[in-house]
C-alpha cells in the first residue's frame, strides 16, 4: 500500500502497512497552529511551520523563546489550570491575540505528550464559537441524553444518537459503524441527506482501518479532518540544524491525516470527516462517523458535546446488548435452570446429559451433540461419523482456553472439517476434567450467508520490480455481493455462558463421585501398603539369604577351584546360575504383583510413533539383513500408559524374533478393522496382531504359557528367560481392560492378538 508520506520518506507495502507510523507523522493539519513546549518552563521547542499564517510571526521567531512573548501571564496560568484538570478551568481555554490590529480569537487545546513535553493547539474560531460556556453544553447534551435513556434496544438508542449528532454537527451523513470479532466493521445506522446512496448494512473489510488507527481511537476518541485536500504541514524543531526525535502525536487535535486514508475519502467523495470512538471494557467496539461533501470544520465546544454523547453511548451499551434477543435470552436462562435442577439430582453424568437430548441442544441453540466421557462416546442429534469426530477430538485436546473452546468456522482452524462443513461448521466445546476425557460437543451446520460490502474488499494491487506487492485505497464503494460457505451462525455470548454454567453443574456431579469413592480408595490404600510391604519384606527376606548363597558359592569357585575335583566344580557352577536364576524369578515375580496395583497413566498414544523406536533398539542387537520388521498400514490411535504399552510390544517382538530359526526373521505388526455397528456409538477396544514365521507353539500350550514361570523349553534355549513374560503382558493388557489370544502353527509361526482401548473410549 503507497502511504505517500513523504515527510517520513517510506512507502507501506503489503507487509508494513499495519505498521504505518500514523502518530508520529511529522506534520499538521493547516486549520490550526501547534507549539511543544518544555514542562514546566513552557520554552517553545517545536512550532508547526505555519505561524506567519495564523499569528503573523515566523516560525523560526517562535523556537527557543518563552511562550510569554506570545500570550498574556492569565492565559498562561488558565493553561496550567487544564494540565491540573481542574473543573474550572478545562480546555479549551479561549485566547485572544492582536494580528496586524486586530484582535482574532483562539480556541488553546494543551495536553502532555508521551516524553513529557506540552503540546499546545491553536485552532482560530469566532466569538461566539470561543465562548461556549458549561450550561450551553449542558442544555445541549442533556435534551440528547434524555431520549438515549428512554430507549431500550441497541438499534434504537444508536439510531436517537444519529439523528441527533447530524442535528448538532450539520453533517451529510452521521452513521454508526460497528467492529465485527474479526476486525472488519458494518454499517448498523445511519442518518443522511436525502439525495445520498445509502450505506446501512455494509460490511468494510478490516483493512479499511488498520490495527494501529484503531488503536489511537481508542486513546484520542475524536477525529476530525476538516477537508481532506489540506497540505500538511510540518513541524519544525530548536536547534533547527540538529534533528527532534519523532512527536508523539497521538493525543492531538491537530495530528496529520495518513495519506492512504486521504486518498480512501476522496474516493468515497467525501470531503471531511468527523469520528467518535464508541469504546466497551476498553475494546473499539465502534464509531460514529460523519461524513460531509464540502469542507466543515465544526468548534470545539460542539465537539466535546459530541465526544460526551459518545461516551455516554459507551455506558449504555451494555444493557442494551442486554436487551437484544430478550425474549430468547429468557427462555433460555428458564431451561437452563430446569436443566441444572436435573443435574444436580442425577447419579451420573451421562444420565444427567441424556434424560432430555433436545433440552441439552437447545441450551446453546445447536443442532447436534457429542458426549464423550471416559469409555463412552455417545451422538446427540445430527454430529459428524465417528470416525470423522475421533481426530478432532485429538486436535481440540491442545485448543482448550479456560476449559472452553469456540468457533463458527471450523474448517479454517482445522481443515479436515471442510468434509463435513455442512453439519458442523460450529462447534462449541467444553472440558469438565484434565486427567480423563470429559467432553461435551455441541455442532452448528454451515449457514448460507451473503455479505453486502461497500465495494470489493480485496483492493488492487502491483507488483513492484523488487517483486513485493504495493496495494492502493479502494476506488469503488458500490455494492458487492459475496457468498460466505463454511460457517454457521455465531455463538451469542449469552449461549456460551449457558454453556459454561451446564459445566459447572456438570463438575459438580464429579465431584460428588470423587468424594463417594475417596472412603473406598483410602481402604485400598490401606490394603496396597500393606501388600506392597509384604512383597518387598518377601523380596528382600528372599533376597538376602540368595545373595549370600551365591556370593560364598563364587567364592569357592574362585579359591578352590583347584582343590575340587570337575565334578565338584561343576556342582558350584550349577549352584551360582540357579541362584541367579532365582533372584530373575523373584525379580519378575515382585514386578507381576505391582502390575495389579500400580495406578494406570492412561493418555491419548500413537503407535506410528512409538513403535519405530523399539524396533531401533531391536535393529542395534541384530544384523540389518537379519530382521524383518513390517507395518502394512498406519495404525489407529489408542488410549492408555505409555510405558507399559511399551512393555507389551517389545515382550512380543523379542518373542517374535528369539523363536525362529530362518536366516531373517519376519514380524508384522497390523491391526483388524472393527465390525460395522448399526449405531454410531465408537467401538470400545481395537485389536492388534504381531506375527512371526517362527517355531510356533503347539495348541495344547496356548493357555499354559501365560501362566507365570512356565516355559516350553529347557532354561537356557532360545536365549533363557523366566517365562513370566507372557504372564505380564497378560496382566498389563487386561489391566487396560482387554484380552489377549493366539494362533499358531508348529513350525509355520504364530500370531498373537490383542485387544487395547480406543483413543476415544
Same mark, same amino acid.
Given at each position: 500500500?503507497?502511504?505517500?508520506?513523504?515527510?517520513?520518506?517510506?512507502?507501506?507495502?503489503?507487509?508494513?502497512?499495519?505498521?504505518?507510523?500514523?502518530?508520529?507523522?511529522?506534520?499538521?493539519?493547516?486549520?490550526?497552529?501547534?507549539?511543544?513546549?518544555?514542562?514546566?518552563?513552557?520554552?517553545?521547542?517545536?512550532?508547526?511551520?505555519?505561524?506567519?499564517?495564523?499569528?503573523?510571526?515566523?516560525?523560526?521567531?517562535?523556537?527557543?523563546?518563552?511562550?510569554?512573548?506570545?500570550?498574556?501571564?492569565?492565559?498562561?496560568?488558565?493553561?496550567? &489550570?487544564?494540565?491540573?484538570?481542574?473543573?474550572?478551568?478545562?480546555?479549551?481555554?479561549?485566547?485572544?491575540?492582536?494580528?496586524?490590529?486586530?484582535?482574532?480569537?483562539?480556541?488553546?487545546?494543551?495536553?502532555?505528550?508521551?516524553?513529557?513535553?506540552?503540546?499546545?493547539?491553536?485552532?482560530?474560531?469566532?466569538?461566539?464559537?470561543?465562548?461556549?460556556?458549561?450550561?450551553?453544553?449542558?442544555?445541549?447534551?442533556?435534551?440528547?441524553?434524555?431520549?438515549?435513556?428512554?430507549?431500550?434496544?441497541?438499534?434504537?438508542?444508536?439510531?436517537?444518537?444519529?439523528?441527533?449528532?447530524?442535528?448538532?454537527?450539520?453533517?451529510?451523513?452521521?452513521?454508526?459503524?460497528?467492529?465485527?470479532?474479526?476486525?472488519?466493521?458494518?454499517?448498523?445506522?445511519?442518518?443522511?441527506?436525502?439525495?445520498?446512496?445509502?450505506?446501512?448494512?455494509?460490511?468494510?473489510?478490516?483493512?479499511?482501518?488498520?490495527?494501529?488507527?484503531?488503536?489511537?481511537?481508542?486513546?484520542?476518541?475524536?477525529?476530525?479532518?476538516?477537508?481532506?485536500?489540506?497540505?500538511?504541514?510540518?513541524?519544525?524543531?530548536?536547534?533547527?540544524?540538529?534533528?527532534?526525535?519523532?512527536?508523539?502525536?497521538?493525543?492531538?487535535?491537530?495530528?496529520?491525516?495518513?495519506?492512504?486514508?486521504?486518498?480512501?475519502?476522496?474516493?468515497?467523495?467525501?470531503?471531511?470527516?468527523?469520528?467518535?470512538?464508541?469504546?466497551?471494557?476498553?475494546?473499539?467496539?465502534?464509531?460514529?462517523?460523519?461524513?460531509?461533501?464540502?469542507?466543515?470544520?465544526?468548534?470545539?465546544?460542539?465537539?466535546?458535546?459530541?465526544?460526551?454523547?459518545?461516551?455516554?453511548?459507551?455506558?449504555?451499551?451494555?444493557?442494551?446488548?442486554?436487551?437484544?434477543?430478550?425474549?430468547?435470552?429468557?427462555?433460555?436462562?428458564?431451561?437452563?435452570?430446569?436443566?441444572?435442577?436435573?443435574?444436580?439430582?442425577?447419579?451420573?453424568?451421562?444420565?444427567?446429559?441424556?434424560?432430555?437430548?433436545?433440552?441439552?441442544?437447545?441450551?446453546?441453540?445447536?443442532?447436534?451433540?457429542?458426549?464423550?466421557?471416559?469409555?463412552?462416546?455417545?451422538?446427540?442429534?445430527?454430529?459428524?461419523?465417528?470416525?470423522?469426530?475421533?481426530?478432532?477430538?485429538?486436535?481440540?485436546?491442545?485448543?482448550?482456553?479456560?476449559?472452553?473452546?469456540?468457533?463458527?468456522?471450523?474448517?479454517?482452524?482445522?481443515?479436515?472439517?471442510?468434509?463435513?462443513?455442512?453439519?458442523?461448521?460450529?462447534?462449541?466445546?467444553?472440558?469438565?476434567?484434565?486427567?480423563?476425557?470429559?467432553?461435551?460437543?455441541?455442532?452448528?451446520?454451515?449457514?448460507?450467508?451473503?455479505?453486502?460490502?461497500?465495494?470489493?474488499?480485496?483492493?488492487?494491487?502491483?507488483?513492484?520490480?523488487?517483486?513485493?506487492?504495493?496495494?492502493?485505497?479502494?476506488?469503488?464503494?458500490?455494492?458487492?455481493?459475496?457468498?460466505?460457505?463454511?460457517?454457521?451462525?455465531?455463538?451469542?455470548?449469552?449461549?456460551?455462558?449457558?454453556?459454561?454454567?451446564?459445566?459447572?453443574?456438570?463438575?459438580?456431579?464429579?465431584?460428588?463421585?470423587?468424594?463417594?469413592?475417596?472412603?473406598?480408595?483410602?481402604?485400598?490404600?490401606?490394603?496396597?501398603?500393606?501388600?506392597?510391604?509384604?512383597?518387598?519384606?518377601?523380596?528382600?527376606?528372599?533376597?538376602?539369604?540368595?545373595?549370600?548363597?551365591?556370593?560364598?558359592?563364587?567364592?569357592?569357585?574362585?579359591?578352590?577351584?583347584?582343590?575340587?575335583?570337575?565334578?565338584?566344580?561343576?556342582?558350584?557352577?550349577?549352584?551360582?546360575?540357579?541362584?541367579?536364576?532365582?533372584?530373575?524369578?523373584?525379580?519378575?515375580?515382585?514386578?507381576?504383583?505391582?502390575?495389579?496395583?500400580?495406578?494406570?497413566?492412561?493418555?491419548?498414544?500413537?503407535?506410528?510413533?512409538?513403535?519405530?523406536?523399539?524396533?531401533?533398539?531391536?535393529?542395534?542387537?541384530?544384523?540389518?539383513?537379519?530382521?524383518?520388521?513390517?507395518?502394512?498400514?498406519?495404525?489407529?490411535?489408542?488410549?492408555?500408559?505409555?510405558?507399559?504399552?511399551?512393555?507389551?510390544?517389545?515382550?512380543?517382538?523379542?518373542?517374535?524374533?528369539?523363536?525362529?530359526?530362518?536366516?531373517?526373521?519376519?514380524?508384522?505388526?497390523?491391526?483388524?478393522?472393527?465390525?460395522?455397528?448399526?449405531?454410531?456409538?465408537?467401538?470400545?477396544?481395537?485389536?492388534?496382531?504381531?506375527?512371526?514365521?517362527?517355531?510356533?507353539?503347539?495348541?495344547?500350550?496356548?493357555?499354559?504359557?501365560?501362566?507365570?514361570?512356565?516355559?516350553?523349553?529347557?532354561?537356557?534355549?532360545? &536365549?533363557?528367560?523366566?517365562?513370566?513374560?507372557?504372564?505380564?503382558?497378560?496382566?498389563?493388557?487386561?489391566?487396560? &481392560?482387554?484380552?489377549?489370544?493366539?494362533?499358531?502353527?508348529?513350525?509355520?509361526?504364530?500370531?498373537?492378538?490383542?485387544?487395547?482401548?480406543?483413543?476415544?473410549?
Amino acid at each position: 500500500m503507497i502511504w505517500m508520506n513523504e515527510l517520513l520518506h517510506q512507502s507501506a507495502t503489503l507487509t508494513n502497512c499495519d505498521r504505518e507510523p500514523i502518530h508520529i507523522p511529522g506534520a499538521i493539519q493547516s486549520h490550526g497552529v501547534l507549539f511543544v513546549l518544555s514542562n514546566p518552563d513552557f520554552n517553545i521547542l517545536q512550532v508547526s511551520n505555519n505561524t506567519d499564517h495564523y499569528l503573523g510571526i515566523k516560525p523560526e521567531q517562535c523556537l527557543g523563546k518563552s511562550l510569554s512573548f506570545l500570550l498574556s501571564s492569565e492565559q498562561i496560568l488558565a493553561l496550567r &489550570g487544564c494540565l491540573e484538570e481542574t473543573f474550572e478551568q478545562v480546555n479549551p481555554v479561549s485566547i485572544q491575540l492582536e494580528i496586524h490590529q486586530h484582535i482574532q480569537r483562539f480556541q488553546a487545546i494543551i495536553h502532555r505528550s508521551p516524553k513529557n513535553d506540552l503540546i499546545l493547539e491553536l485552532e482560530p474560531g469566532t466569538e461566539a464559537e470561543t465562548n461556549v460556556n458549561f450550561f450551553q453544553f449542558y442544555k445541549l447534551a442533556k435534551a440528547v441524553l434524555l431520549k438515549m435513556q428512554k430507549t431500550t434496544t441497541l438499534s434504537q438508542i444508536c439510531n436517537v444518537l444519529i439523528q441527533d449528532i447530524r442535528q448538532i454537527t450539520g453533517f451529510d451523513r452521521v452513521m454508526i459503524y460497528r467492529f465485527d470479532a474479526d476486525g472488519s466493521g458494518t454499517v448498523i445506522a445511519e442518518e443522511k441527506r436525502d439525495d445520498l446512496e445509502p450505506y446501512l448494512g455494509l460490511h468494510y473489510p478490516d483493512s479499511d482501518i488498520p490495527k494501529q488507527a484503531k488503536q489511537l481511537y481508542i486513546l484520542n476518541e475524536l477525529r476530525i479532518i476538516p477537508d481532506v485536500n489540506y497540505q500538511p504541514v510540518p513541524i519544525v524543531s530548536f536547534p533547527s540544524d540538529i534533528p527532534a526525535d519523532p512527536l508523539d502525536l497521538s493525543l492531538s487535535v491537530l495530528r496529520s491525516v495518513s495519506p492512504i486514508h486521504r486518498e480512501y475519502l476522496k474516493n468515497m467523495g467525501v470531503v471531511a470527516s468527523f469520528s467518535i470512538s464508541i469504546v466497551k471494557d476498553n475494546q473499539l467496539w465502534g464509531l460514529i462517523a460523519c461524513h460531509h461533501y464540502s469542507p466543515k470544520l465544526i468548534p470545539y465546544s460542539l465537539r466535546a458535546v459530541c465526544e460526551f454523547l459518545g461516551q455516554s453511548m459507551s455506558l449504555e451499551l451494555p444493557s442494551k446488548e442486554e436487551n437484544e434477543n430478550l425474549d430468547y435470552k429468557l427462555d433460555l436462562k428458564s431451561l437452563q435452570s430446569k436443566f441444572t435442577d436435573m443435574i444436580a439430582k442425577a447419579e451420573s453424568l451421562v444420565d444427567a446429559l441424556l434424560q432430555n437430548q433436545e433440552n441439552l441442544l437447545k441450551l446453546v441453540g445447536a443442532e447436534g451433540a457429542i458426549l464423550v466421557q471416559e469409555e463412552h462416546l455417545i451422538p446427540v442429534g445430527k454430529t459428524p461419523k465417528i470416525a470423522e469426530i475421533e481426530p478432532l477430538i485429538l486436535w481440540l485436546s491442545d485448543q482448550f482456553k479456560n476449559n472452553i473452546f469456540v468457533t463458527n468456522s471450523l474448517s479454517e482452524l482445522y481443515p479436515p472439517a471442510i468434509h463435513f462443513q455442512d453439519i458442523a461448521s460450529g462447534l462449541l466445546a467444553i472440558s469438565m476434567t484434565k486427567i480423563q476425557q470429559n467432553l461435551i460437543l455441541w455442532f452448528r451446520p454451515e449457514q448460507l450467508q451473503y455479505v453486502n460490502w461497500a465495494g470489493n474488499p480485496e483492493k488492487p494491487k502491483k507488483t513492484e520490480e523488487d517483486g513485493s506487492l504495493t496495494i492502493f485505497p479502494r476506488k469503488s464503494f458500490e455494492l458487492w455481493r459475496e457468498t460466505v460457505l463454511g460457517k454457521s451462525l455465531p455463538w451469542q455470548l449469552f449461549e456460551i455462558e449457558a454453556a459454561l454454567e451446564i459445566r459447572s453443574a456438570l463438575v459438580g456431579i464429579i465431584l460428588r463421585k470423587a468424594d463417594e469413592l475417596a472412603a473406598i480408595n483410602l481402604e485400598l490404600q490401606r490394603t496396597n501398603s500393606e501388600l506392597d510391604a509384604f512383597v518387598y519384606i518377601a523380596s528382600h527376606d528372599l533376597k538376602e539369604p540368595l545373595r549370600g548363597i551365591h556370593n560364598y558359592s563364587t567364592f569357592l569357585l574362585e579359591d578352590y577351584s583347584d582343590v575340587l575335583d570337575a565334578e565338584g566344580v561343576s556342582k558350584l557352577e550349577t549352584l551360582v546360575r540357579l541362584t541367579k536364576r532365582m533372584e530373575d524369578l523373584i525379580n519378575s515375580l515382585l514386578h507381576f504383583s505391582r502390575l495389579g496395583r500400580q495406578e494406570l497413566k492412561l493418555n491419548p498414544l500413537d503407535l506410528n510413533e512409538l513403535i519405530p523406536s523399539i524396533i531401533e533398539v531391536f535393529r542395534m542387537s541384530y544384523r540389518a539383513d537379519e530382521i524383518d520388521i513390517s507395518i502394512p498400514r498406519p495404525l489407529p490411535l489408542i488410549r492408555g500408559d505409555k510405558i507399559l504399552i511399551q512393555e507389551i510390544l517389545t515382550n512380543l517382538i523379542s518373542n517374535g524374533l528369539k523363536y525362529n530359526d530362518h536366516e531373517v526373521k519376519s514380524i508384522e505388526i497390523g491391526y483388524l478393522d472393527p465390525e460395522p455397528r448399526l449405531d454410531q456409538e465408537v467401538e470400545p477396544f481395537l485389536t492388534f496382531y504381531i506375527r512371526d514365521h517362527g517355531i510356533g507353539i503347539p495348541e495344547k500350550h496356548h493357555e499354559a504359557i501365560f501362566r507365570i514361570f512356565k516355559r516350553l523349553h529347557a532354561p537356557g534355549k532360545y &536365549g533363557g528367560g523366566t517365562g513370566a513374560g507372557l504372564t505380564i503382558i497378560k496382566k498389563i493388557i487386561e489391566r487396560h &481392560g482387554g484380552s489377549i489370544w493366539l494362533e499358531s502353527i508348529p513350525k509355520e509361526g504364530t500370531t498373537f492378538y490383542f485387544t487395547l482401548p480406543s483413543f476415544l473410549t
